[in-house]
C-alpha cells in the first residue's frame, strides 16, 4: 500500500456581490488584500452621475472581470482549504 502525503494550503478569493445578482461572483487574485481595499475605495467612491468601469484580470476560471462601479454593493474574502 502506497501512502501518499497531501498538504493542506489556504486559497483566498475576492467575492463581489453584484446588486442584480443572488450569489457573489468568485475572484481569485495575486493580492487579495490590496484589491479589497481597492474595491472598498471604489465602492465608496460610486456615483450614480458617474459610473466606471472596472476590470481585472484574474488567476481562477474567470480570467478577466469588468462591472460598473455602480453595480458592486459588497466586498469580501473567503478562505478555503486547498490540497496540494
Not at 10 to 36: C, G, H, W
Amino acid at each position: 500500500m502506497q501512502h501518499y502525503q497531501q498538504q493542506i494550503q489556504t486559497r483566498k478569493a475576492l467575492l463581489i456581490f453584484v446588486q442584480s445578482m443572488n450569489a457573489p461572483v468568485v475572484l481569485f487574485l495575486d493580492d487579495v488584500e490590496t484589491e479589497y481595499k481597492t474595491f472598498q475605495q471604489i465602492i465608496l467612491n460610486a456615483s450614480n452621475s458617474n459610473p466606471k468601469l472596472i476590470e481585472r484580470t484574474t488567476n481562477g476560471p474567470i480570467k478577466k472581470f469588468s462591472i460598473l462601479d455602480t453595480q458592486i454593493s459588497g466586498v469580501a474574502i473567503q478562505e478555503e482549504p486547498v490540497l496540494k
